[in-house]
């Protein structure tokens, strides 16, 4: 059976790909069991792969792809700054935040693709509460970024 | 004195109608103690009663309303998943999304509707920190989403 | 080596400037060590001192003031609710919302402001994860909202 990073891995998300810490916030800070992980939009290779509205600019398609890309970054993040995937005891919540035209009316079908991927990667102790919204804008034009609560094994 | 269950049925939020669970997420993860609930639309027998944006298609108290169902909604998803109200230690946070038109000034009275509800139904410990912001577009069209975290007695 | 509540002092953030509390929330819930607070607007001396869109109405620079007066108002908040800024483990989540023009790009440089203090303030434990997004619209027409998730000291 293949390791939770061996399934990143053959989804395409190498583990070295892992976004870098960015200027006056931590990726995550974990406090008596419970990782916050900070807000990820949609990087690869230190690029924001996917900028735009959606659907205007971005279809919901590829703004689930983007979901999907957030998600894997927030375990690469996860994997770098706190351990193995295998201390992730249980993902707590998933909140989704998309760069949304006025009448979107998909925003938890686009956060539906990060969903999948982390329950993909994570099995049973990846199913989470999740909030999905439609905000004006994100930073650096992102057409998705999410943030997620995590229960750490000690 | 009434329990909680029939202080909600008595505003006319009947237990056997809390919204049925969604396809790739939980309504509720509970773990250590606190119950982190999805964000919840006002779901009334399985339609979203209330659609579009604050004010133009929807009145400020009419979208009060829709925090309330919302906030309804989410006490008999805690009494389904979890288990009676009266395991309801304290209400920790509330977080409120109006689907606002970008000129609404008031999503903070909107959220109102919510939080009286909770203070109605559960007393003391439905005394909670809260957020309310006006986003761009919420999931299916509706005017309000709410999302909670609750300590649990274990 | 001046306590934190001197450092706020010396920033122009009277301790005694706290804002009240208001309606039907509290402004911060203390369970289990961890304590919830409120989404805060840049409230100085009562009244809401930045309002409007960024950056049509208010400047990313003046946004950036703007999340530091919210940022101070919680910690001002702590003070007063929970106890001496001492009692600070760890702060957990910062969340921004920036009442933002579908255009804007930089709700994160506008959350530096928030963050800024945060660290100047309280040092390493201030170090925190961060969310920030645009937001279609804020309670008062407030051009930032910031809440906050922190570790207290038992």
Do not use: W
Not at 88 to 96: A, I, N, R, S, Y
């Amino acid at each position: 059976m293949p390791t939770r990073e061996e399934t990143l891995e053959t989804r395409g998300y190498a583990m070295a790909d892992a976004p870098k810490p960015g200027g006056l916030y931590r990726p995550v800070v974990l406090h008596d069991g419970v990782a916050y992980l900070s807000g990820m939009v949609p990087f690869r290779s230190g690029e924001v792969a996917y900028t735009g509205k959606v659907p205007s600019a971005v279809s919901v398609e590829d703004a689930q792809k983007a979901a999907e890309l957030c998600a894997a970054n927030l375990l690469r993040v996860f994997a770098r700054e706190v351990g193995p995937l295998d201390m992730v005891e249980q993902v707590l919540k998933v909140t989704g935040f998309v760069n949304a035209d006025p009448n979107l009316t998909e925003a938890h079908l686009v956060m539906n693709g990060a969903s999948q991927l982390i329950l993909d990667v994570l099995g049973d102790v990846g199913s989470h509460a999740r909030s999905a919204v439609g905000v004006a804008t994100l930073p650096l034009g992102a057409s998705v970024e999410v943030e997620m609560i995590v229960a750490v094994s000690k």
